[in-house]
């Protein structure tokens, strides 16, 4: 396989029938679907500037034009969506999850945009631009933070993007509200077996809504909870149970972001807008589950 083609046959196969084809009608000539996506994978994975891309793939501004299109159209989420369906359709989805979130340093050629500091970020639409763009100020500098959720083979779900500053417990019912894997009868399954993660989701009003949900929670307590419960005495409730066992599991997530970050252009961002850069996260979840799927007899 050559090093600007990363996509074999099989997992190419599950791909195209969801992306934009030749309609027949007259005007420029229609680029090679295959040839662009490839384009789009070899400029992340090598974090090169879109002009710098090689000439083999065509004009870089084809190139960025799909991507960008894609993204605001929400063709890679359909293309998820498909995949995660089947995957579920075929027994592949291990529906005990794990929750955690990364950082991404944001390049200065992301930041020379306007930003409306102190914007909260879309957790609604995430079709639309956030005012903020997704990035924000830390002690770090600017930078920018993706939260996933993940099945327990570690591919993942749900993606979203926030400002670099913010929390990872107010993203968890967002990302949980956006959890929906297709079925071909019945409703689109919501509902998780199991979720993981660290003490940065240890909150009430996490527990109440996995407990309310009959969701398992494997979730440890910080000593700081444990502190303030233990002094309130019986009015602080039952201690918090863990499965520690179970917990060990949670590390998927972590391998999830090792290979997220191997792209260079994911594990720094380059792009101005969070619509894009997220597009890019969801396309190297798309291979991930493209290779499990073709891995099936």
Same mark, same amino acid.
């Given at each position: 396989? @050559?090093?600007?083609?990363?996509? @074999?046959?099989?997992?190419?196969?599950?791909?195209?029938?969801?992306?934009? $084809?030749?309609?027949?009608?007259?005007?420029?000539?229609?680029?090679? &679907?295959?040839?662009?996506?490839?384009?789009?994978? !070899?400029? !992340?994975?090598?974090?090169? $500037?879109?002009? %710098?891309?090689?000439?083999?793939?065509?004009?870089?501004?084809?190139?960025?034009?799909?991507?960008?299109?894609?993204?605001?159209?929400?063709?890679?989420?359909?293309?998820? #969506?498909?995949?995660? #369906?089947?995957?579920?359709?075929?027994? *592949?989805?291990?529906?005990?999850?794990? =929750?955690?979130?990364?950082? $991404?340093?944001?390049?200065? +050629? $992301?930041?020379?945009?306007?930003?409306?500091?102190?914007?909260?970020?879309? !957790?609604?639409?995430?079709?639309?631009?956030?005012?903020?763009?997704?990035?924000?100020?830390?002690?770090?500098? *600017?930078?920018?933070?993706?939260?996933?959720?993940?099945?327990?083979?570690?591919?993942?779900?749900?993606?979203?993007?926030?400002?670099?500053?913010?929390?990872?417990?107010?993203?968890?019912?967002?990302?949980?509200? +956006?959890?929906?894997?297709?079925?071909?009868?019945?409703?689109?399954?919501?509902?998780?077996?199991?979720?993981?993660?660290?003490? #940065? !989701? @240890?909150?009430?009003?996490?527990?109440?809504?996995?407990? %309310?949900?009959?969701?398992?929670? =494997?979730?440890?307590?910080?000593?700081?909870?444990?502190?303030?419960?233990?002094?309130?005495?019986?009015?602080?409730?039952?201690?918090?149970?863990?499965?520690?066992?179970?917990?060990?599991?949670?590390?998927?997530?972590?391998?999830?972001? @090792? +290979? *997220?970050?191997?792209?260079?252009? *994911?594990?720094?961002?380059?792009?101005?807008? &969070?619509?894009?850069?997220?597009?890019?996260?969801?396309? +190297?979840?798309?291979?991930?589950?493209?290779?499990?799927?073709? %891995?099936?007899?």
């Amino acid at each position: 396989m @050559s090093r600007f083609q990363v996509l @074999s046959d099989a997992q190419w196969s599950f791909i195209e029938p969801m992306l934009p $084809a030749r309609t027949g009608r007259r005007g420029r000539p229609f680029s090679d &679907a295959r040839s662009m996506v490839e384009a789009i994978v !070899y400029r !992340y994975r090598t974090g090169i $500037a879109w002009r %710098d891309l090689p000439e083999v793939f065509g004009p870089w501004q084809t190139v960025w034009t799909w991507h960008r299109r894609m993204a605001v159209e929400g063709t890679w989420e359909k293309v998820h #969506a498909r995949l995660t #369906a089947a995957a579920d359709a075929a027994g *592949l989805v291990d529906w005990s999850l794990s =929750v955690d979130s990364t950082i $991404a340093r944001a390049h200065q +050629h $992301a930041t020379n945009t306007t930003r409306l500091t102190g914007a909260g970020s879309n !957790y609604t639409n995430l079709r639309e631009e956030p005012p903020d763009h997704g990035i924000g100020r830390s002690r770090g500098g *600017l930078s920018t933070k993706v939260h996933q959720l993940v099945d327990g083979n570690g591919l993942p779900l749900v993606t979203m993007i926030t400002p670099g500053q913010a929390g990872d417990s107010p993203m968890f019912l967002p990302l949980m509200s +956006h959890l929906r894997v297709g079925r071909e009868i019945g409703r689109p399954r919501t509902r998780p077996d199991a979720v993981r993660g660290d003490k #940065a !989701y @240890s909150s009430r009003a996490i527990r109440s809504h996995l407990r %309310d949900r009959g969701i398992k929670t =494997v979730i440890p307590e910080p000593n700081d909870q444990k502190g303030h419960r233990k002094r309130r005495g019986s009015r602080g409730g039952r201690p918090v149970a863990l499965d520690t066992a179970d917990y060990r599991n949670r590390n998927v997530i972590e391998r999830r972001f @090792s +290979h *997220l970050k191997q792209w260079r252009g *994911l594990a720094t961002r380059y792009d101005k807008h &969070a619509t894009t850069y997220r597009a890019a996260v969801i396309l +190297h979840g798309i291979i991930a589950w493209t290779r499990q799927l073709s %891995d099936t007899p």
